[in-house]
């Protein structure tokens, strides 16, 4: 019985390095779906011509960024921009550096005529993606180093239990 519990103890601790590293990726890839949106946007502005309450309505019901279906009801539109910025700040998947660029989304959008709308919201999905091309670099770099970790930390319990 004792040698279960030492057993499930350690394939417990031994994961914590593998659970971490996907905490990680689920963040970044977060980032990379904010970028795939700010295109998604951009495009809609600049080929559609379509009222901004109904690009994020559309875009709300096909993308699993849940600030965009926050930001779906039309009523938010009157006040956009601190919306936006208060959406942003709450979001709980978003890294410090990601929210700073989508702050300024909301700074752009309905200020600028379509055609620099869509100019920046294209700059910005790029700072966004070149974020997460260097979050996804230090991953790999580091995935030994959190895996061993975690496989370390788990031997150093079990053998003192032992």
């Keep these: 019985m004792k040698n279960m519990f030492i057993f499930v103890l350690f394939v417990l601790i031994s994961l914590s390095g593998p659970m971490y590293l996907y905490s990680i990726n689920k963040k970044n890839n977060y980032t990379k779906a904010s970028a795939e949106s700010l295109r998604v946007i951009s495009n809609d502005i600049g080929y559609k011509a379509m009222p901004l309450f109904e690009i994020i ?15 779906s009801n039309k009523n938010y ?13 709450n979001d709980l998947y978003l ?3 990601s929210k700073e660029i989508l702050i300024q989304v909301g700074n752009v959008i309905g200020k600028t005529n379509a055609s620099r709308q869509y100019e920046l919201l294209n700059k910005y ?13 230090e991953i790999k770099k580091k995935s030994k180093i959190y895996n061993s970790t975690g496989i370390l930390f788990g031997l150093f319990v079990v053998i003192m239990f032992i």
């Design 57 to 71: 309505d559309n875009l709300s019901n096909s993308s699993k960024l849940y600030y965009y279906k926050k930001l």
């Design 125 to 137: 999905a790029d700072d966004l993606e070149k974020i997460y091309s260097e979050k996804r670099d």
């Design 95 to 97: 890294e410090i550096e």
């Design 77 to 89: 539109f009157c006040n956009f921009e601190n919306e936006w910025i208060n959406v942003i700040n």
